[in-house]
């Protein structure tokens, strides 16, 4: 059975530019969760989205947004990219009220 | 809402030496708890997980973790620290309603 995927692996943009995120989920899955790991922060929740619709949101500027697609995937938009927003962005999908289960993440740099 | 905390940030073992890693958590029912383990620039994988039932819980590569309601703890153990287990490690807690909250994370070295 094939994991949560992440793409792409890496993404370097410059500072006002957008960036775009993807995430394919486990089969079977209907949740998504975005997480943002900038150095030494800690995983920070971003949003999650199930059945299609965004159900929470961290505390995140509205410049961070998204959507899930009729299949489950899901796309992370950061537009008017910042210094600070360069990060590692986690994936993770679940079924239910059960553990998540993570992509191998996308390393955003912004220069 | 629920929160973690992890209050280790690094910590050194020996290999072959016994683990403890420490996660306090603050929620006023019970909690579904949880240990990840990410290794340098990957993703978390699920070490093990508490729902409910037995407090002592087995997880994968060797390592356990005990819910201790009245410490409102879930600390990670291992007898035997292997040089592969040198990593960050996350706790986390959920609400039952897929509001999961991480901890800070733990990295650990292990030294030869």
């Known amino acids: 059975e094939a994991g949560v995927t992440q793409s792409p692996t890496h993404l370097i943009k410059t500072r006002g530019q957008q960036a775009t995120l993807r995430c394919s989920p486990i089969s079977g899955h209907t949740s998504v969760y975005w997480y943002q790991q900038a150095l030494g922060l800690g995983l920070q929740f971003l949003l999650w989205?199930?059945?299609?619709?965004?159900?929470n949101r961290g505390n995140f500027p509205p410049r961070f947004s998204g959507r899930q697609f009729p299949n489950y995937s899901s796309e992370l938009n950061v537009n008017a990219l910042e210094l600070e927003d360069s990060a590692l962005y986690l994936c993770?999908?679940?079924?239910?009220?059960?553990?998540?289960?993570f992509g191998p993440g996308t390393r955003l740099t912004v220069l | 809402a629920q929160s973690v905390t992890q209050p280790d940030i690094h910590i050194t073992v020996s290999e072959g030496a016994s683990l403890e890693l420490r996660c306090n958590y603050s929620y006023g029912a019970t909690p579904y708890l949880f240990w990840y383990v990410q290794s340098p620039g990957q993703g978390l994988q699920l070490l093990l997980k508490?729902?409910?039932?037995?407090?002592l819980v087995q997880g994968i590569k060797g390592f356990e973790a005990e819910f201790k309601r009245s410490q409102s703890s879930f600390n990670l153990r291992k007898p035997s620290v292997h040089w592969s287990d040198a990593a960050e490690y996350f706790c986390?807690?959920?609400?039952?309603?897929?509001?999961?909250?991480f901890g800070a994370g733990t990295r650990l070295t292990v030294k030869p």
């Open positions: 986390a807690v959920g609400a039952g309603n897929n509001d999961m909250r």
């Open positions: 508490y729902f409910s039932g037995d407090t």
């Open positions: 989205y199930d059945e299609g619709e965004e159900r």
């Open positions: 993770a999908s679940s079924w239910g009220v059960n553990e998540q289960f």
